[in-house]
């Protein structure tokens, strides 16, 4: 793998060895991601949380490709893992994103763990804030709820994922097998729901976006009717990102013309398009 193999520490923010950091940019962040074959190569969820918060905060950084299969040993030759008990197989889930920042020297991983540390390293008010203080909980609370609310919508694009985007030979058979364990199917298309359980399957991710939306409606007012965007009012903040990353992965993974979106964008008075039209703003990364 990249690094010297290290015996296994459970950390999800620690300083790199000094054996290591030369083989990595000095001048600004590293963002490790996974490659896949669509524009621009970055499709991943939970790393979209983490490129939309550097981009929000203007932080230059460099993405370090990592094959899915690669995530793993990547993340046990730097001694990271994220500090949740999600497992596979009775074994600890290694995931992405991780950051390198050569600023303080340090190795972060877990998108909400990462926002955090860019708070505390690229403060308020010359950055703007991922997670206001005081709303750390909150922000916890939110991106829970948020995860229960679309769990749903994972039978209608997981399959998809393992059908039309390309990963290498390698990772493409470790996302299969693992996303069979995972949800206890033989073959992963068996989870893609069709006939009437796909009626009543997408009823549930239609309940779930409803969910979020009253949310959001709530924001600003008693009313329950407000048109502002983000869940803090007048600026996107880290939760938004989230929300924000999952609509993304939802439909690149489906296509722009595809029934599922367009249904999803025409729903909750087309909040959820205009969410990913004003995260595009924080798409592109600040080149030096
Ligand atoms: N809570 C984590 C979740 C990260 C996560 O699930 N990452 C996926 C990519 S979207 C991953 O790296 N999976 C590795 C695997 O499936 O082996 C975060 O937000 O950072």
């Given at each position: ?6 015996p ?12 290591a ?7 600004r ?6 490659p ?7 499709l991943?969820?939970?790393?979209w ?7 929000y ?21 730097l001694?990271i ?5 999600r497992r ?21 991983s ?7 540390y ?6 308020d008010?010359e950055y703007?804030p ?19 609310a679309?769990?749903p ?5 997981v ?14 058979e ?32 239609k ?18 009717q407000?048109q ?19 609509l ?16 999803v ?22 080149h030096?």
């Amino acid at each position: 793998m990249f690094y010297t193999t290290r015996p296994l520490l459970l950390h999800s923010r620690r300083r790199l060895p000094i054996e290591a950091r030369t083989k990595l940019a000095q001048d600004r962040i590293t963002l490790f991601d996974i490659p896949f074959d669509v524009p621009g190569r970055a499709l991943s969820p939970s790393v979209w949380k983490t490129r939309y918060s550097l981009n929000y905060k203007r932080i230059p950084f460099v993405t370090q490709w990592v094959d899915l299969v690669d995530v793993e040993p990547l993340c046990k030759s730097l001694g990271i893992a994220t500090l949740s008990n999600r497992r596979f197989d009775n074994r600890q889930l290694y995931t992405l994103p991780v950051i390198y920042d050569p600023k303080s020297n340090h190795i972060v991983s877990d998108s909400m763990r990462i926002a955090q540390y860019l708070d505390e390293e690229y403060p308020d008010p010359e950055y703007p804030p991922l997670i206001k203080k005081g709303t750390e909980g909150l922000t916890q609370g939110f991106i829970h709820a948020r995860e229960l609310a679309l769990a749903p919508v994972h039978q209608f694009v997981v399959p998809l994922v393992a059908q039309r985007l390309h990963l290498s030979p390698r990772s493409q058979e470790y996302f299969r097998r693992t996303r069979e364990m995972w949800f206890k199917v033989g073959n992963l298309e068996e989870i893609l729901p069709d006939g009437d359980t796909r009626v009543v399957e997408w009823g549930k991710v239609k309940a779930g976006m409803d969910l979020i939306d009253s949310w959001y409606r709530a924001v600003g007012g008693t009313e329950g009717q407000s048109q502002q965007g983000w869940i803090m009012g007048g600026q996107p903040c880290f939760s938004d990102f989230n929300v924000a990353a999952a609509l993304r992965w939802m439909k690149s993974v489906w296509g722009e013309s595809s029934p599922e979106w367009s249904d999803v964008k025409l729903w909750n008075e087309g909040r959820w398009a205009r969410m990913l039209d004003d995260c595009k703003a924080y798409e592109n990364g600040v080149h030096l």
